[in-house]
């Protein structure tokens, strides 16, 4: 237990007849930024409470640092909670917030002053000290809540929606100083977040839940690259998929028959049964689009119509009718030469090697 | 306005109203024996408030704490008092203080006294009657204040190592401040004011300004002398709302 910052053995909580986390088992290491990532509803803000001690498992245990926290009230434990919406106290000013924690555990005037001086020169707010909450902006007030856990040097810093009430452009400076706090005070960080991207950028680890249950543990670039279900490959980022089943399957190689006019090539590492019902999915990043049936060595190639295109900046969003309402979308990078640029109406041809099309059996 | 200029007239032989324009009842009030009533008036104010918020601030806390569907029941709880007659309510204070009353025989039966408390007819019984009489212009508008603060407020600051005591001292309390402003004032006013509860529950013994007042008005038939004990009771009421509408700027930012 001892490398571990903490850890859930089997936690159960109901909220009422609601099953909230279901047998939950979780290690976080020490000094990482663990995201647990999930959709409204999915038990994620129930389990940070639960590192919190806001609430209490109804079976299983938690360890903090290798301590059993079942009987630890939230003030003993070595954990600081950032919270969703921030719950600044309004009457008080920025100053008073951030030394509230250490005030109450009976700290000197003297080093109080300078922590939390310290503190607020940290997340950029040291000309500020004397506003109050609702004087300061949602990225200011959002440093002022991370200010307000951090002066207590917590082993394990939560964080609950920690960007979620700020507009994109604040979110994605806020990821990047979060990322850079975090390297300073070397504490854990677990966050939750329902955002994919901010998990993905952020995490060191990302767990994905659903329905009161972990789906899926690893880094974001195994998440995103093999997810173990449909569930986890539609939540995080994009993708296309289609229905089909398996018809041949030699070691590596499968051929899955779809219900539409066509069959897909794609490797899967796991051994399949024949006509065992699978999905294949295709991040739009790795569909290639030509204007022609020409394969250049993809292993798939599909007739399309372009239905819409949209810029964001750096990409191109292709969105492709393909046969019978199936929709997928195509990513690609401006930096490609003109050539690969469509327009509205034109046919082209989808197409992605084998390896690129992920097998997944639920 | 009638009444402002009834107080500067004289009264009449039979308790009449002379418009005879003079200082004199207002020079009157200087006497000591009116001050010492208005000081009493005062304190006996500021205690019932005092006492109201004592008993009312975790009672409102709790209903405004509690889960969601007990909450109309504590607050019609609260409320019942005021579906009766305020008169009868005041008596129902007899049953209960009276020599062979429900507190003395209780405390009798039990042993710890072998005389009856004298409380009715007493001040004591009038400070408990006004308590008891005012305490929901206390609660309502805590219970209203306090259902606004965001319970996460409560949840940070235990996160943040906060007792459950500094919880409320700190956060809840100050947070409170409009409510507790507020139910201080509806308390305060009209318990400065009261005169039936003093008049039953204090046996005319208990002298304050509600009961001078009345008697002015019904029994002296001093009506002139009466508006004029009114108008800087109520002059004094106004000065005290400014008091608190200024201090109430002061709490922070809204």
């Known amino acids: 237990m001892e490398e571990f910052a903490v850890g859930l053995r089997k936690v159960v909580k109901f909220h009422g007849d609601t099953i909230a986390v279901d047998d939950v088992s979780l290690d976080m290491t020490k000094g990482e930024f663990f995201s647990i990532l999930g959709p409204s509803g999915s038990g994620k803000t129930t389990t940070l409470r639960l590192i919190a001690g806001l609430d209490r498992p109804d079976q299983g245990e938690i360890f903090i640092q290798g301590r059993s926290m079942n009987h630890v009230p939230p003030h003993q434990r070595p954990v600081n909670m950032v919270f969703q919406n921030y719950a600044l106290f309004p009457h008080m000013t920025v100053y008073h917030n951030v030394a509230f924690g250490l005030q109450m555990r009976g700290h000197s005037v003297t080093e109080i002053k300078s922590q939390v001086g310290e503190t607020l020169e940290l997340v950029k707010l040291h000309e500020k000290p004397h506003r109050y909450p609702t004087q300061l902006s949602g990225g200011e007030q959002q440093r002022v809540a991370l200010a307000r856990a951090l002066v207590n040097r917590p082993a394990i810093l939560l964080l609950d929606e920690p960007l979620g009430a700020l507009d994109q452009q604040l979110r994605q400076e806020m990821q990047v100083e979060l990322k850079e706090i975090q390297a300073r005070v070397q504490s854990t960080f677990v966050c939750v977040t329902h955002h994919q991207e901010e998990a993905l950028m952020l995490s060191d680890r990302v767990a994905v839940m659903d329905r009161g249950q972990i789906l899926q543990v690893g880094t974001p670039q195994e998440i995103y690259e093999s997810p173990v279900s449909t569930f986890v490959a539609h939540f995080i980022g994009l993708s296309n998929s289609v229905v089909g089943r398996i018809s041949n399957y030699d070691g590596t190689m499968c051929t899955v028959m779809t219900p539409y006019r066509f069959s897909i090539q794609a490797t899967t590492p796991k051994d399949h049964s024949s006509a065992e019902e699978v999905t294949v999915i295709v991040r739009p990043e790795r569909v290639h689009l030509s204007p022609g049936p020409k394969h250049d060595g993809y292993d798939n190639s599909l007739p399309a119509l372009i239905n819409k295109v949209s810029f964001n900046g750096g990409e191109m969003f292709y969105k492709l009718d393909l046969q019978d309402g199936l929709v997928w979308t195509a990513r690609v990078p401006m930096a490609l030469r003109p050539s690969h640029r469509f327009q509205v109406g034109q046919h082209v041809y989808v197409q992605w090697h084998a390896d690129h099309g992920l097998v997944l059996t639920h | ?254």
């Open chain 2, 1 to 254: 306005m009638v009444m402002f200029g009834i107080s500067f007239a004289t009264r009449g032989i039979y308790g009449g109203v002379e418009w005879i324009f003079s200082w004199n009842n207002y020079i009157r009030l200087a006497d000591p024996l009116y001050g010492n009533i208005y000081l009493r008036s005062f304190l006996f104010a500021g205690l019932t408030t005092l006492m109201c918020l004592v008993l009312g601030f975790p009672l409102a806390y709790a209903i405004a704490r509690a889960p969601q569907r007990w909450q109309p029941l504590l607050f019609i709880l609260v409320l019942i008092p005021f579906w009766t007659n305020f008169l009868v309510r005041t008596y129902a204070w007899f049953f209960i203080l009276r020599a062979d009353g429900l507190i003395n025989s209780m405390f009798m039966g039990m042993g710890v006294i072998s005389e009856p408390l004298e409380i009715l007819y007493t001040d004591l019984a009038v400070f408990i009657g006004l308590v008891y009489g005012y305490l929901p212009f206390m609660v309502v508008p805590l219970v209203i204040v306090i259902e606004r603060i965001p319970r996460t407020l409560e949840e940070a600051a235990k996160d943040l190592y906060a007792t459950a005591w500094s919880t409320v001292w700190r956060v809840i309390l100050p947070l409170s401040k409009p409510g507790i402003i507020g139910g201080c004032v509806l308390v305060f006013i009209p318990t400065l004011g009261a005169f039936i509860t003093p008049y039953l529950l204090g046996g005319g013994r208990s002298m304050l300004l509600g009961t001078l007042i009345q008697q002015e008005f019904l029994v002296i038939r001093d009506w002139p002398f009466g508006a004029a004990i009114s108008f800087v009771l109520m002059g004094m009421v106004l000065l005290a709302l400014l008091v608190t509408r200024k201090h109430a700027e002061m709490v922070g930012p809204s």
